[in-house]
């Protein structure tokens, strides 16, 4: 006869009457799939292994989780109770799930005597996210010339620890006041700081809050038996866990730019080394030189792998012997020893042949040059950090799978071949045959240009749907060039979404029926509901950009069509369910998707590729289509 660890079955019971009877009396709809999400997680939990959950739009992942995670806690022995991490990777979601799931939850719950107190929670984040109370009184004695938006900032400063909503401060004064990597033992401050008094009680909570960077750091803490960043803890729900294999590539990339040049020079010069600092500034001006030379002009930031030259070689050792010097002084403070170390370490790798690293130099737009040496281990490094621990976790997102099974995902995360593991998989309710109609034109002329022929597309759809449009496009460049193609001949207001998208995004959302051109971060993570987006317009299938790193990875397959197989399809596809998912985001919701791409077209080479990503829906390459789909599902109100 079985037996269930205990807890288990009530958990179970309980998470029925939540879910079925509980959160509907407060105006939620039972949504089975969500169910069945809870129930999966409740069985990760209480049988300590990984589940890669996949949850379709709409189906409501968040408070399943939340749910499981906290009957969990509820039954588990008092000797065993201990926090729960959630890891997500946008500050939009991690503010949602303490500021408004959390607290609606813990207040149902409450009502219904399923719990006996609030549920506690913070949000952890980098040294760098908080305010430094000595530096931001260091930095205010200095602003006289300041702006008056800038002033207030500062002064806003003084009440608001969490420099993420300190609006209107500019980059530089962000990091003036933000706390550093070391803090000096005698600062005056010390034992009145709001930061180490925020550490303090952010060790108290039952659900710790953070970023994949934060989840990352403290596991690479716990290797390096160094002091913990978060408290141990019991389980870890990864959130938008399709994004881990990036913060993860990311956190195991060592980087050297001339910003932290700079900065390490004024830290040096505040330390009374004006001369020694002039001396390491010049040095790696003359490497940065040698990198620069025969470089084309740039407008766009660009990666190039690294070749060690003459000039190169013996410019990396005139900078490693410099900062090497500097870092014997004897009354070098211990932060700025750790800063030199840090920086003589990277550019060592440099001059040898480093086979677990990829080393490449990353240019901005107007030419300055940073060292950057990757690792080639990144899935190894994931399961020694993570994996390997044996805590119970939950990774779940809307796009694992590519052509509907994980593989892929298995691979970036380093659980191939990992047992025990489990898979969960929930479409999203939404009924796409009814509401959603999928539009791939026929191959375009070959007299036409590309850009062209973009624009001429999204004049006849925008016409067809009368506005109420969101473009995605794979670059700004493109975008760009597209709307200057258009040559003003929308007749609805449109929208550009540059870096800074939130005020565009804001516009666009009130115009009633603009049209808005976006690209990069837009292609998740923001939502349209009701008839702000009828017309999904992608205009190239989002084939991930080459680079240094996936120019080594290509290197690793026999020949460039099992790589392409391998890798790059899989993550189009990821990709373009993720830009899909911003057309319908309620059942009541209905949206034309329009995939301009020639490839994806009937015959193209991606055809079969790009609808196994997508949700089946009906689908036609007449414009004619378009256009009754519309004046069938829209209310007469939204052509007015």
């Not at 931001?136 to 009440?159: C, D, V, W, Y």
């Not at 993420?164 to 500019?170: E, I, K, N, R, T």
């Not at 108290?204 to 596991?219: E, G, R, S, T, W």
């Not at 059942?587 to 015959?603: F, K, N, P, T």
């Amino acid at each position: 006869m079985q037996t269930y660890p205990t807890g288990y079955a009530e958990s179970h019971r309980m998470a029925e009457q939540i879910s079925r009877e509980i959160l509907p009396r407060h105006g939620m709809a039972v949504r089975e799939e969500q169910i069945a999400l809870c129930h999966e997680v409740l069985d990760t939990l209480y049988n300590k292994e990984i589940s890669l959950c996949e949850a379709g739009v709409g189906i409501g992942k968040t408070l399943a989780y939340l749910v499981a995670c906290i009957l969990w806690q509820m039954h588990r022995p008092n000797q065993l109770k201990m926090p729960v991490v959630i890891s997500t990777s946008s500050v939009a979601l991690q503010d949602a799930i303490l500021n408004e799931y959390l607290p609606d939850l813990s207040t149902i719950l409450l009502a219904e005597s399923i719990i006996t107190g609030p549920i506690t929670a913070v949000v952890r984040k980098g040294k760098e996210r908080f305010v430094c109370d000595a530096r931001l009184a260091e930095r205010q004695s200095k602003a006289i010339s300041k702006g008056q938006r800038q002033k207030g900032s500062l002064h806003m400063a003084e009440n608001v620890l969490d420099l993420d909503h300190v609006p209107g401060l500019s980059k530089y004064d962000r990091c003036r006041i933000c706390v550093p990597q070391s803090c000096p033992r005698d600062c005056f401050l010390r034992l009145d700081c709001r930061y180490q008094q925020y550490l303090r009680d952010s060790m108290k909570p039952d659900i710790q809050i953070c970023n994949h960077n934060y989840l990352l750091a403290n596991a690479s803490h716990r290797l390096e038996e160094r002091p913990l960043l978060l408290r141990q803890y019991q389980a870890l729900v990864v959130d938008e866990a399709h994004k881990l294999p990036d913060a993860a590539r990311q956190m195991y990339t060592e980087t050297l730019s001339a910003d932290d040049m700079d900065e390490l020079c004024f830290l040096l010069q505040q330390a009374h080394f004006k001369g020694l600092s002039k001396r390491l500034r010049t040095m790696f001006l003359t490497l940065s030189i040698t990198c620069t030379q025969n470089l084309p002009m740039l407008r766009r930031k660009i990666s190039v792998p690294f070749t060690l030259t003459p000039f190169r070689q013996a410019a990396l050792n005139d900078c490693i012997d410099i900062l090497q010097y500097i870092g014997s002084q004897p009354d070098m403070p211990h932060y700025l020893q750790y800063r030199l170390a840090e920086a003589e370490s990277l550019l060592r790798l440099f001059l040898l042949d480093v086979p677990t690293r990829i080393l490449y130099l990353e240019f901005s737009a107007d030419g300055q040059p940073t060292f950057c040496a990757a690792s080639s281990r990144v899935p190894q490094l994931l399961r020694s950090a993570l994996w390997n621990t044996r805590e119970p976790t939950i990774l779940t997102s809307g796009t694992l799978t590519a052509a509907g099974d994980f593989d892929h995902t298995e691979q970036l995360l380093g659980l191939t071949s990992y047992t025990p593991l489990r898979h969960f998989r929930a479409d999203s309710p939404f009924n796409y045959m009814k509401k959603c109609l999928l539009y791939i034109p026929a191959r375009r002329a070959a007299a036409v240009h590309e850009n062209q022929y973009l624009a001429d597309q999204i004049v006849n759809l925008t016409a067809a749907c009368h506005g109420h449009a969101l473009v995605l496009f794979t670059s700004y460049r493109q975008m760009r060039n597209v709307y200057d193609a258009l040559g003003g001949r929308l007749t609805f207001p449109v929208f550009q979404a540059g870096r800074g998208r939130n005020r565009t995004i804001q516009q666009f959302k009130e115009s009633g029926n603009g049209v808005l051109f976006a690209a990069g971060s837009c292609w998740e993570g923001i939502d349209f509901p009701g008839d702000m987006v009828s017309l999904l317009i992608i205009a190239k299938l989002p084939f991930p950009f080459p680079d240094p790193v996936s120019d080594y990875e290509r290197k690793q397959y026999p020949n460039l069509r099992d790589y392409i197989t391998t890798e790059i399809v899989p993550e189009m596809q990821k990709k373009l369910r993720q830009g899909f998912g911003r057309a319908i985001r309620t059942e009541q919701d209905s949206c034309v998707v329009a995939i301009l791409d020639e490839r994806a077209g009937i015959g193209g080479k991606y055809h079969d590729a790009a609808l196994a990503a997508l949700p089946t829906c009906p689908n036609t390459e007449k414009i004619e289509d378009v256009q009754q789909f519309i004046r069938e599902q829209k209310r007469p109100d939204y052509f007015l």
